[in-house]
């Protein structure tokens, strides 16, 4: 398959294409973004790396960064996990506390904030250094070095009631241990982490390679371990448009408010787009676009 060349197509088509919907700004920093950005890379596990555009430039992965919290969280605690949070598709807004009261304080899934809370609880509460154990963790999934942003940490502090709100919802229905204000911070944190593309598609190939470190030969998760989280992605990825996604572009997925989405074909390859426009369910707009055209062309999908 000759991947530059397809993406290089899809590429120059949606270039063109006038970018829809809007920059996230309920987290005032994120505003401050360029919204014509546009970047895209793929990583396969063939060893084969192409990328286009704004690849190369650090973005805010944000809800991205909640399947490495999931990862390292799974892989620590095992089936456990699954006890404090679901695996079920929510068909609601990222943020919202909708389903809480009648599910018992158990998120639907650990792709809602809800959920990536309560798997931040779990690993403040496994870890001896929570923020520097995480970062540790995503040191060894590539050879790339990967920082949070206190700028952006700072900033969705300030203003995330939502997910003060949620914390605090979970916590008195008895599925958060720890103090809900270190459990914020940290998930702020977790956030704020800012990647590139190029950096992203490299880090969450191990997800396209049973598991394994494509660079290193690393087990990450087990194959089964990697199957379940490709499995959520599919389902969860996009909160309420993940069907949606799935109907269009046919592969996993998960994608974040500051425009990236990572999509892995198992076995195949991992691509990362960035775009900052969001449509209105917060999944970026050109970068949805991209993939539906590259799965289109390449006539790839899981199914
Ligand atoms: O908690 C929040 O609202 C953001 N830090 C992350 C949300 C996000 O990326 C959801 N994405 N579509």
């Given at each position: 398959m000759n991947y530059n060349h397809l993406i290089q197509k899809v590429y120059t088509k949606i270039e063109a294409v006038a970018p829809q919907g809007e920059v996230a700004s309920?987290?005032?920093?994120?505003?401050?973004?360029?919204?014509n950005k546009f970047g895209v890379h793929i990583s396969t596990t063939q060893n084969f790396n192409f990328g286009l555009g704004d690849y190369q430039e650090k973005f805010s992965i944000q809800s991205v960064s909640k399947v490495i919290s999931l990862c390292l969280a799974y892989k620590i605690l095992?089936?456990?996990?699954w006890k404090r949070v679901?695996?079920?598709?929510?068909?609601?807004?990222?943020?919202?506390?909708?389903?809480l009261e009648a599910d018992n304080g158990?998120?639907?899934?650990?792709?809602?904030n809800a959920g990536a809370l309560v798997i931040c609880d779990m690993l403040i509460s496994n870890l001896e250094n929570p923020e520097e154990d995480l970062l540790a963790f995503i040191a060894n999934l590539s050879d790339h070095k990967v920082e949070f942003s206190l700028k952006i940490a700072a900033s969705e502090k300030l203003t995330g009631y939502r997910n003060v709100a949620l914390c605090n919802f979970i916590k008195s229905l008895g599925n958060?241990?720890?103090e809900p204000e270190v459990v914020l911070d940290f998930y702020f944190k977790l956030c704020s982490l800012e990647a590139s593309c190029e950096e992203l598609s490299q880090l969450f190939l191990f997800l396209a390679n049973q598991g394994k470190?494509?660079?290193?030969?690393?087990?990450?998760?087990?194959k089964s371990q990697t199957k379940r989280v490709n499995a959520i992605m599919q389902t969860?990825?996009?909160?309420?448009e993940s069907g949606e996604f799935s109907f269009r572009v046919g592969i996993p997925g998960k994608s974040g408010v500051g425009g990236g989405i990572m999509a892995i074909h198992p076995g195949k390859y991992s691509i990362v787009t960035w775009s900052p426009k969001l449509n209105e369910k917060g999944n970026s707009y050109k970068g949805m676009r991209f993939l539906e055209d590259f799965t289109t062309l390449t006539e790839q999908s899981i199914f």
């Open positions: 309920y987290i005032p920093e994120l505003s401050k973004i360029n919204p095992g089936e456990t996990i679901d695996v079920e598709p929510s068909g609601t807004k990222f943020n919202s506390l909708l389903q158990i998120p639907r899934n650990p792709f809602i958060i241990d720890n470190t494509l660079h290193s030969n690393l087990e990450i998760l087990t969860c990825g996009f909160y309420d």
